[in-house]
């Protein structure tokens, strides 16, 4: 089946360490995205990259880092430089030359213990 | 840039009532138009979409959403809720050449029996 697979889904992370979170998606979909989400905050968006190897920042892209070196796979590094780590995230992906409608995964919900 | 304000934090239903989550939005143009839901611990599951055309657009269990121009309004209705309905629901807008989305702040449903 086709789909966006996130692992782990559940993640602990002790403080000061980096931890890296997986995104891989067989829609052979050309944007993916990543967003988190805290109680009563919504959705926000962390990153995002259009195409391979090209990656922009989103609304709170400070602590984190991405790479975008295959189409279909997007992880996400949570740095010991964000301050507030523990969140739930998402990761989600859209064809460009299909319309706007984007998929989701699953989520990680990552806890700094 | 675009924003979405989802007035309505908590709302609590009985069944079978009928349901209306409130949404607006603020941008310069008509943009893309997102309901989706999301059960504890999940991810977003897309509802409906209204790209352009007729302004009652129709969704998945039974949701519809009317656009409504003049009120920079995108409100989602149910005739009946079920039980099943007890979720939290997002609105969100896509515009613009980045295709970023972004979402309110949610809405959390409950069901009473």
């Known amino acids: 089946d086709g789909g966006i697979t996130q692992s782990p889904k559940y993640l602990f992370r002790k403080e000061g360490q980096n931890v890296t979170l997986s995104c891989e998606q067989n829609l052979n979909h050309d944007a993916m995205y990543w967003y988190r989400q805290d109680p009563g905050q919504g959705l926000r968006l962390i990153y995002y990259?259009?195409?391979?190897?090209?990656?922009q920042k989103g609304d709170i892209a400070e602590g984190y880092s991405v790479s975008r070196e295959k189409k279909e796979s997007f992880p996400l590094t949570v740095t010991s430089a964000q301050k507030n780590p523990t969140a739930f995230y998402l990761c989600?992906?859209?064809?460009?030359?299909?319309?706007?409608?984007?998929?989701f995964g699953q989520g990680t919900r990552l806890t700094v213990v | 840039a675009q924003s979405v304000t989802q007035p309505d934090i908590h709302i609590t239903v009985s069944e079978g009532a009928s349901l209306e989550l409130r949404c607006n939005y603020s941008y310069g143009a008509t943009p893309y138009l997102f309901w989706y839901v999301q059960s504890p611990g999940q991810g977003l599951q897309l509802l409906l979409k209204y790209f352009s055309g007729d302004t009652l657009v129709q969704g998945i269990k039974g949701f519809e959403a009317e656009f409504k121009r003049s009120q920079s309004s995108f409100n989602l209705r149910k005739p009946s809720v079920h039980w099943s309905d007890a979720a939290e629901y997002f609105c969100a807008v896509e515009a613009g050449t980045a295709s970023k989305l972004t979402f309110g702040t949610g809405t959390r449903l409950q069901v009473t029996l």
């Open positions: 990259s259009q195409i391979v190897n090209d990656f």
């Open positions: 989600a992906s859209k064809d460009r030359d299909r319309g706007p409608r984007a998929f």
